[in-house]
């Protein structure tokens, strides 16, 4: 008997918990209907908007990769250097909201049983952009997608009211979202930016405004290196750069410290990991602190665009680690989801080789930690 990979995501079921994320893998009809056909359980489409789209000159995504001998990190191909992370600057899709209608229709009754959310994103200045949130949402549920994500991370935006400047401020969090769940008929997605302080201020701002899960992580913002012989940046364009987002393997450990502050502080809620995942150990880990999706950027860019090997091996993976668990009375997600969640606790809470002269930093046991701050300033 064959695994049975299916999950159920806030109300959905998939054929497995694996989806290509929001990016260049799902920027088109095509690319769509191939990662269907070659496994994934779920696609979330590129970004779709209403405000004009303009890319910068020249390309907008690269790949450092490091030097295994010298540790040289780089941009510039060289054989035998593993892939570090993916560094772009690329806007939301530049293919506007009525290319997307139709085709959507069109990809969903090919595939009526796989998952197809569409990624939206407006600004949040005026009552005019909130409409523009409304009617991205209303147009792309009406032509038959499963589920909505809203982009409020995108980290390279110039506008204040849009993308993860939406995300780095809770009451806009809430707001949008809300203003998106008066119309959703469907479950709504908030894809959170990790580039705030404590991303459980802003996970609790989207589940106040009415989020059905979080989304996480999108890109880290980030630079390209310098060339140490030209000394410009390796991307830019007339020597100019601005910040972009980093994905890919680098980015693993940093997403999964947020998705845990996460998923410890909102243990009910539901989350769909993202960030660095190319093979199944790597979204078990996610799914231990758990989530109930995982979501593939990176690593699908670079293995025929849309991943086919990717999700053969995430399948393959899981598959193999339910048989390798059947012992335990594991059969699906559910059996092992959110195992490891409790095993992120505060830096006192870990053993120390003499635990009697550790006081969590504090001078002494009996000490309050206000009295200790006090006595500390006073001095
Ligand atoms: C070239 C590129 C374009 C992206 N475009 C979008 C986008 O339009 N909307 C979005 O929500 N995320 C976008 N992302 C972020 C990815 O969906 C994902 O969150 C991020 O790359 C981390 O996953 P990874 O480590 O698997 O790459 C983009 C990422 C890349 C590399």
Not at 276 to 297: D, I, K, P, R
Request: aromatic residues 6%.
């Amino acid at each position: 008997m064959s695994a049975d990979l299916s999950v159920t995501f806030t109300g959905l079921k998939f054929e497995n918990p694996f989806l290509l994320a929001s990016a260049p893998p799902t920027e088109s009809e095509s690319n769509i209907l191939r990662a269907f056909a070659a496994g994934w359980g779920g696609v979330v489409t590129k970004t779709i908007g209403v405000h004009p789209v303009v890319n910068v000159k020249g390309p907008k995504t690269n790949f450092n990769r490091t030097d295994p001998e010298s540790g040289h990190i780089s941009m510039k191909k060289r054989s035998g250097a593993a892939l570090h992370s993916s560094w772009n600057w690329e806007l939301i899709s530049d293919k506007p909201l009525d290319w997307w209608i139709g085709r959507l229709a069109r990809i969903k009754k090919e595939h009526p049983s796989k998952i197809l959310v569409a990624s939206i994103m407006a600004g949040s200045g005026t009552d005019a952009e909130m409409r523009h949130w409304q009617d991205l949402a209303k147009a792309c549920q009406e032509d038959g997608v499963d589920a909505l994500e809203l982009n409020l991370s995108c980290p390279h935006m110039d506008r204040p009211d849009m993308g993860s400047n939406i995300g780095k401020d809770q009451e806009q969090i809430s707001i949008v979202t809300h203003v998106v769940k008066e119309v959703a008929k469907v479950p709504v997605w908030a894809k959170l930016t990790p580039s705030t302080t404590d991303i459980v201020v802003e996970a609790r701002g989207a589940f106040l405004g009415g989020a059905d899960a979080i989304s996480s992580s999108n890109t880290f913002t980030s630079l390209p290196v310098i060339d140490p012989e030209t000394l410009e940046f390796e991307m830019n364009v007339e020597g100019y750069v601005s910040t972009g987002g980093l994905g890919g393997p680098a980015i693993l450990p940093l997403s999964l410290a947020k998705m845990a502050q996460m998923t410890a502080a909102l243990p009910d809620r539901g989350f769909s990991g993202i960030g660095g995942v190319s093979e199944f150990s790597h979204a078990l880990n996610y799914f231990l602190l758990g989530c109930g999706t995982v979501q593939v950027c990176t690593a699908a860019m670079l293995d025929h665009a849309v991943g086919p090997n990717v999700i053969r091996n995430l399948n393959q993976g899981m598959a193999e680690f339910l048989e390798k668990n059947a012992h335990r009375g594991w059969k699906g997600l559910e059996d092992f989801r959110g195992l490891r969640r409790d095993r992120v606790v505060p830096h006192s809470r870990i053993k120390r080789p003499d635990e009697a002269a550790y006081h969590g930093g504090y001078d002494t046991e009996t000490q309050p930690p206000a009295a200790a701050d006090a006595g500390r300033r006073a001095k």
